[in-house]
């Protein structure tokens, strides 16, 4: 860039700094107005389906692999990648993983979630669980492990639950991945995972 430009655009940049807008106020919000559900674990069901994941309620950890030994594309995985040992034993050692990029063949990845939203179908997966953030978006098929008794009701609640986050990494999980750019046609699958498995403990 030249000088001028530079110059140019300091300038630029120091009179929008002077510039003072007077912003309204943020809304207050109600609890009592948002959306509440009489059985949230339905709603959570039932929002998920519509999204493309599947639920499954389960009462150990030991359910969840035998849940998963019934889908053919786990039974057939070679590279699965789990943070849920207790669940599903990994076959690849995340701790000796140095490139991202070598995670680029993963089949499989299981990781717990610290909540999940009824309204949207959302799980908030917080990125210091993860020993590399790509693991939940590279992998052909995912399985996220939440509790049922971590069930929210809406977005709301959410973020207060959240509070004002620690810098890093973290992120909400709605469904498998999804695009309709391309003539209005809804695809799965093209961007990150194919297909998602929840598994609600107690």
């Known amino acids: 860039m030249s000088e ?17 807008v007077d912003a309204p106020e943020l809304p207050t919000i109600d609890p ?18 519509s999204v493309g994941g599947e639920a499954h309620l389960v009462n150990t ?22 943070t849920v040992p207790d669940a599903v034993t990994p076959t690849v050692d995340l701790a000796t993983i140095d490139d991202p990029h070598a995670l ?30 790509v693991m939940i978006f590279i992998a052909q098929y ?3 492990v ?7 009701n809406n977005m709301h609640e959410a973020y207060a639950r959240i509070g004002t986050p620690d810098p890093g990494f973290g992120v909400f999980v ?17 961007h990150g995972c194919r297909k998602l498995q929840v598994f609600l403990l107690p």
């Open 142 to 144: 995912l399985a996220i």
């Open 146 to 152: 939440i509790s049922r008794s971590d069930l929210l």
């Open 32 to 49: 009592a107005r948002v959306i509440q559900f009489e059985d949230r674990l339905q709603q959570f069901q039932d929002t998920l389906a």
């Open 4 to 20: 001028t430009h530079s110059s140019s655009r300091q300038i630029i940049l120091d009179r929008l700094k002077g510039c003072v």
């Open 174 to 190: 709605s469904g498998p991945s999804k695009t309709a750019d391309i003539e209005q046609s809804l695809v799965l699958g093209a």
């Open 61 to 82: 950890p030991s359910e969840i692999r035998e849940k998963l030994q019934t889908i053919e594309v786990f039974q057939s995985a070679r590279r699965i990648a789990s």
């Open 104 to 133: 680029s063949t993963l089949d499989w990845t299981i990781v717990r979630g610290e909540f999940g939203v009824a309204e949207n179908g959302a799980i908030w997966i917080d990125g210091k669980t993860l020993p590399h953030r």
